[in-house]
């Protein structure tokens, strides 16, 4: 294809994308009442200001209900852009957000300037907002790397094979610990060229690689960027750099990276500077002047409104020369990282400004658009892309983007165009019990996985993976009244039960997952197991837990009826997903007659008996 056409389709499907996005929250906007919107997890109700203080410079708010009431709104999670507004009055300076942390009952939010007194002081809606940030970056990383100077890239872009040096750089022999496959990943990476990929089926150990790519490279001198298309990602890839003893700065709004890498972060490097230090007083000044502004504003007498209006002023002049003094140790912090982190949308965030490194990484590659990865590109001089295009794929929420290809990661069409020439496949899985593993690895990876010894034979019990099949329960999936996700009330009943005969096993609730492909489905289920989640449960949808494991997993397939229809688990990434986040526990509930209809979920099935694990929910 050509580049100028490939290009141009390529912004046609970001356009399509952002206005499905944007359709979506205006149509929930215009036609759900507000109840209806928070029951959709998009806004939180009648919440207030219970504290007040502040994050990395700017302003922090913390939201509750009286008595430490649970909290609705699933979908303002941590990093989600939000705007504080009223029940029955449109306010034109209702203040925007990013929600820094989140608990059951509790939201803290960041501004970037002090929110406006209403918002703080009494009760107020908190609604989750489309950011076009994203779409904006993507763009223009699909006009830059149509210029010149991306034309080391355009090649590779429009067909032409990745190249490859015939022996790799020095860096010393791989460590002890790496086995046969990840050793050649490691070496086709060293010799890369322009661009190298590293394929890591569940448990593979791909972020292994990556973090000896990134410390070999980093020991001949070299400054690594590492990226991920989630903050999540981005977050466990910083983590295990660290534990590597590798120094990563991480770029992002502190809101949306993990407490524990907090010290990691841009603004916490740089409040050690001088500079900072300085700024960080000028906060405290300007949350001071707030603070007085509103008991001025409780007074009586004469001029006491426009004596708040100035020390308000006065805090912001404040607050914004605080982050113009950050800004001046920005630069300095970043030229003596080793390696720095961020998600790709994040590359083009401004402390990046005119930075090029000799190499990229990025992990979890094959969920990123393609667009996405460009960002990386364009600031480096050669790539390694890891990722697994047999588990979830990019998310695209527009029919029309989804069929002209922007669901197709620049992973899986490389892999499609060159094959085994330009990757290595890992295949010795170190998570599962080799029950729980056996069934996609044949299904999906032709049989190529194996567990490796420490965990082929670890289990609870002496049945690492069940099918419980709820055929002819009269257990039906429906569509709740304002949604269009999938619940079923009876199976999510029979699911609560199994989670207690798990732990009755001995496992801690903070080692126990359930995983439901659907968002309603999710939040029955986080009702039923409310107080198990106070313990450590965890409660997701199958895209929440990419990456992560627990020792037990339990899956609600969810979809039973007369027709047979399994909606999106007909798309077996999402199943390979859900299958391989656990130990030594798997516990699968569905129901066989509907599934089954599907050639995977007939295999499945079939695995489940030939081991001995089938269970029909009528035994229960």
Request: proline share 6%.
């Amino acid at each position: 294809m050509e580049l100028e056409t490939l290009l141009k389709d390529f912004q046609a499907l970001l356009q399509a994308e952002r206005e499905e996005e944007r359709a979506r929250f205006a149509e929930a906007r215009g036609r759900l009442s507000l109840a209806e919107r928070e029951g959709r997890g998009l806004a939180l109700l009648d919440v207030e200001a219970v504290e007040e203080s502040a994050l990395a410079g700017r302003a922090l708010v913390t939201f509750g209900k009286g008595r430490n009431e649970p909290l609705a709104g699933a979908r303002l999670g941590v990093g989600s852009l939000v705007r504080v507004g009223l029940r029955r009055e449109e306010r034109p300076d209702a203040p925007e957000g990013v929600v820094a942390r989140r608990s059951r009952t509790r939201v803290a939010v960041a501004f970037d300037e002090p929110p406006p007194d209403w918002a703080t002081e009494g009760r107020v809606v908190l609604e989750l907002l489309p950011s076009p940030v994203t779409w904006e970056r993507l763009s223009a990383g699909v006009r830059r790397i149509g210029e010149k100077e991306a034309r080391r890239w355009q090649p590779l872009l429009t067909g032409a094979p990745p190249r490859f040096e015939d022996r790799a750089p020095p860096g010393g022999t791989a460590p002890a610990g790496l086995n046969p496959e990840q050793r050649r990943a490691l070496d086709l990476c060293e010799r890369a060229l322009d661009v190298a990929l590293v394929h890591g089926p569940p448990g593979t150990g791909k972020t292994t690689v990556l973090v000896e790519v990134i410390r070999r490279a980093v020991e001949r001198g070299e400054q690594v960027l590492a990226a991920a298309p989630s903050n999540l990602a981005a977050d466990n890839l910083l983590e295990r750099l660290a534990r590597a003893g590798v120094d990563g700065v991480r770029l992002g709004h502190p809101a949306r990276v993990l407490p524990q890498l907090l010290p990691h972060t841009l603004e916490a490097r740089v409040s050690a500077h001088e500079s900072a230090r300085i700024a960080k007083g000028l906060v405290d000044e300007a949350l001071a002047l707030r603070r007085d502004a509103r008991k001025r504003k409780q007074r009586r007498g004469p001029g006491r409104f426009s004596e708040a209006r100035q020390a308000e002023r006065d805090a912001r002049a404040l607050l914004a020369e605080a982050r113009a003094l950050e800004a001046r140790a920005e630069a300095e912090v970043l030229s003596r990282a080793e390696v720095v982190v961020a998600t790709l949308t994040g590359l083009d965030a401004p402390p990046l400004a005119g930075r090029r490194f000799p190499l990229a990484v990025v992990d979890e590659a094959t969920q990123a658009v393609e667009p996405a990865v460009y960002l990386a590109l364009l600031r480096a001089g050669r790539a390694v892309l890891a990722g697994d295009h047999l588990q979830l794929p990019p998310t695209v929420l527009s029919a029309a983007a989804q069929a002209g290809g922007l669901g197709t990661s620049l992973f899986e069409r490389l892999v499609a165009l060159h094959g085994d020439a330009v990757k290595v496949t890992l295949a010795e899985q170190h998570r599962m019990n080799a029950l729980i593993m056996r069934y996609p690895s044949e299904a999906l990876y032709g049989g190529l996985l194996r567990a490796h010894p420490a965990v082929a034979g670890h289990a609870l019990d002496g049945l690492p993976l069940e099918l419980v099949d709820t055929a002819g329960r009269g257990f039906e999936d429906e569509t709740p009244e304002g949604s269009d996700s999938k619940q079923n009330p009876g199976e999510a009943e029979l699911v609560a039960a199994q989670v207690e005969r798990v732990l009755s096993l001995g496992v801690s609730p903070a080692e126990v997952a359930v995983i439901a492909p659907y968002d309603a489905q999710v939040q029955r289920l986080r009702q039923l197991l409310s107080a198990r989640l106070d313990e450590g449960l965890e409660v997701d949808t199958v895209d929440g837990f990419q990456g992560r494991e627990k020792e037990a997993v339990l899956v609600s397939l969810t979809r039973s009826n007369d027709a047979g229809e399994v909606g999106f688990l007909a798309d077996v990434r999402r199943m390979n997903v859900a299958v391989t986040r656990a130990r030594k526990k798997l516990v699968v509930v569905g129901d066989g007659a509907t599934v089954a209809r599907h050639p995977f979920y007939e295999g499945f099935v079939r695995y489940a008996q030939e081991i001995g694990g089938w269970r029909s929910a009528w035994e229960l």
